[in-house]
């Protein structure tokens, strides 16, 4: 098992530890959330920095990482709007892309096609990271600026979400068997 997997695993493990300090819905709560959250979110770019630097690319990663992404963000999205703090209908939208583009790579694989991440791609997770982190930290980001930044985040995430599953979807549609 090398660094970069168990950095995934380690990620995994972070979710219901992030979930719990979310749903205690206190100050100290969200703040510990969000470091949780911050530091899985970390993982996620160190593990697949350290797997490319150090040639050490694995199934086990390919097929993990990303699920260990959407376990991340759904589970905080979910508690979002659990906690009324996340428009429902954003979370579907956001959530069902997820599964589709997800879908659309497993046929690719399919078909021998590897799905790297487009610079969109990665756009929208960082712009989705931005937005959930100030989420969690509603109370104190309002009370600071006056204003809620994590739904404005929010919303760009999701027009970054939608675009780039589009873009995927466009792209990939010409080189993948529908049959």
Request: some cysteine.
């Amino acid at each position: 098992m090398n660094l970069p997997n168990l950095l995934t695993i380690g990620r995994i493990i972070l979710v219901p530890i992030f979930m719990i300090a979310l749903l205690i819905d206190t100050t100290v709560g969200h703040y510990l959330a969000a470091l949780v959250f911050v530091v899985a979110s970390f993982t996620d770019f160190l593990d697949g920095y350290l797997a490319r630097k150090n040639n050490q690319i694995t199934n086990f990663g390919k097929i993990m990482d990303p699920l260990a992404d959407k376990l991340l963000v759904s589970a905080a999205l979910i508690c979002l709007v659990e906690l009324g703090d996340a428009p429902a209908w954003i979370v579907v939208l956001i959530l069902g892309r997820e599964f589709a583009v997800t879908g659309l790579r497993t046929l690719a694989a399919n078909d021998g096609i590897v799905v790297a991440a487009s610079m969109l791609g990665k756009y929208k997770t960082v712009t989705q990271m931005i937005a959930l982190v100030l989420l969690i930290l509603k109370a104190q980001v309002v009370a600071f600026c006056g204003y809620n930044l994590g739904i404005i985040f929010l919303y760009v995430a999701l027009f970054l979400t939608l675009y780039s599953g589009y873009d995927y979807f466009v792209k990939l549609s010409k080189q993948i068997s529908w049959s």
